[in-house]
């Protein structure tokens, strides 16, 4: 389009922007950002949906192994008490010789336990360590090393407790010099714990632990046990 008597116009793009206006250009942009963004959140869940399908999978194959071998509990008991030697040394104060302030306990006894497996799968046992005791005071610990125990087997194992010349204070040597020179009774306790665990296929199960409480009277003039009580609490496969 002309105009009459002047140059035609320029084209609206030559134009000068009006005053106070600055041309703003525009440049495209690419999504590389948010790409990344969405492919790690991606890769996040493909971690999280493996690693729940793998924590399933073992589960399914834990009880599946549980089901088939329908593990029972393991019997775990005292089975014998042998006196090796007992001797009861008393202490009288020279001022009054009738009254006894102390006395020292001397003693050695051997324990055999007996340790029964019902299951088809062997059982792994930790070290066991066991206390005798006297009125609540401890007298002497034993230890029994771990061991494995193959299914459906019976095996025996033996600890020694060794007491050397403990004081016992006046209350409770007076019970003691009474209890041995009267009623020829001294009564005992055993107490430990034993941890085991189930094996199967070279894998083992969690520990689990077995606290062992026996009671036993022995004989001072015998030299020998009188009397056993053992309670097994806590096993649980």
């Known amino acids: 389009m002309t105009t009459r008597g002047g140059p035609p116009p320029p084209p609206l793009s030559a134009q000068p922007p009006p005053n106070g ?6 440049y495209p942009t ?14 996040c869940c493909c971690l999280f949906l493996l690693f729940s399908f793998l924590a399933l999978l073992l589960l399914a194959i834990v009880l599946v192994i549980i089901l088939a071998v329908k593990p029972k509990k393991p019997q775990f008991d005292l089975q014998q008490v042998g006196v090796q030697y007992m001797g009861i040394t008393p202490t009288t104060d020279p001022t009054n010789a009738v009254t006894t302030t102390a006395a020292s306990l001397s003693l050695t006894i051997r324990l055999l336990f007996t ?32 061991f494995y125990q193959d299914s459906h087997s019976e095996k025996k194992i033996a600890a020694t407790i060794s007491v050397d010349r403990v004081n016992l204070l006046q209350a409770d040597a007076a019970d003691l010099i009474r209890d041995a020179s009267l009623n020829d009774r001294v009564d005992l306790r ?37 009397d056993k009580q053992c309670g097994f609490d806590g096993l649980s496969v």
Not at 116 to 145: C, D, H, Q, W
């Open 115 to 146: 340790a029964v497996n019902p299951n088809k799968v062997g059982i792994e046992y930790g070290e066991s360590r066991f206390t005798v005791m006297y009125r609540g005071i401890p007298l002497g610990k034993a230890s029994v090393p771990g």
């Open 21 to 26: 206006y600055h041309h703003r250009q525009y």
């Open 30 to 43: 690419t999504p590389a950002r948010s790409s990344s963004s969405a492919s790690f959140k991606g890769c």
């Open 190 to 226: 055993v107490l430990g714990d034993v941890g085991a665990k189930i094996r199967v296929m070279n894998f083992d199960s969690p520990r689990v632990q077995v606290s062992v409480d026996c009671a036993i009277v022995i004989s001072p003039r015998k030299q020998s046990l009188t």
